[in-house]
């Protein structure tokens, strides 16, 4: 039996996509993952697919791998995606698992290369595309937050590390930390402001 990972946006390292899910279905099946170039860095339990071009082209090519003959699954991690999914379910009876990483509407409401008045009509897009894939597919969430995104319960699947995984803690070198996109929008103002307002001042250091 082969199951399909698709992905037309995120890396092929995306911890949740290679190893929650490609690593768990590869006990199972033998798994076919497609994505953008570069490849994964490790290998040995899929078949990696390059999804060639730009972001259009790679819509097309991810469609083309949902619609090859031999799967049992499909496990999809990208919104836009979803109607290429929902052709593929109609095309090949395939089940099709749709993977929710985060609020996509929410999300859309703060991206900087958006026109912010064009944020609200995506933002809706977005929501509809998930009530879209409610229909349809079976859905797993990262977070029980996103439940109110759908009409009915959905498993969560959190982004928990492997138990064993971490290394053992360092020692409290006295300084903050933020890790992630250094962006307003996700809070690195907020960050740099707090550790202003410390009696005590730590360094602080920007990690994304």
């Known amino acids: 039996m082969r199951a399909l990972v698709v992905t037309s946006v995120h890396s092929a390292d995306d911890p949740r996509i290679r190893e929650r899910t490609v690593r768990s279905l590869a006990s199972v099946f033998d798994v076919r993952y497609a994505t953008r170039a570069p490849g994964p860095s490790s290998h040995g339990d899929h078949e990696w697919v390059e999804l060639r071009g730009g972001r259009v082209r790679r819509w097309w090519g991810a469609l083309h791998q949902m619609c090859r ?3 049992a699954v499909i496990s999809v991690h990208d919104p836009e995606l979803i109607p290429a999914a929902l052709i593929a379910r109609l095309a090949t009876r395939v089940p099709v698992v749709v993977d929710v990483h985060e609020d996509v509407p929410a999300q859309m ?3 900087a290369w958006l026109p912010r008045g064009l944020r609200p009509a995506v933002a809706w897009t977005a929501a509809r595309l998930l009530g879209m894939a409610e229909r349809f597919a079976t859905i797993t969430l990262a977070e029980p937050n996103y439940r109110h995104l759908f009409r009915r319960d959905h498993p969560v699947q959190p982004n928990y590390p492997a138990a064993g995984s971490l290394p053992s ?8 930390v933020y890790v992630g996109d250094v962006t307003e929008e996700r809070g690195a103002l907020d960050m740099v402001e ?3 307002l410390l009696d005590e001042k730590r360094t602080l250091r920007l990690v994304g």
């Not at 803690?169 to 903050?176: C, K, Q, S, V």
């Open 109 to 111: 409401r703060t991206k």
């Open 194 to 196: 707090a550790a202003g």
């Open 69 to 71: 003959g031999g799967l």
């Open 169 to 176: 803690p360092a020692r409290d070198e006295g300084y903050l």
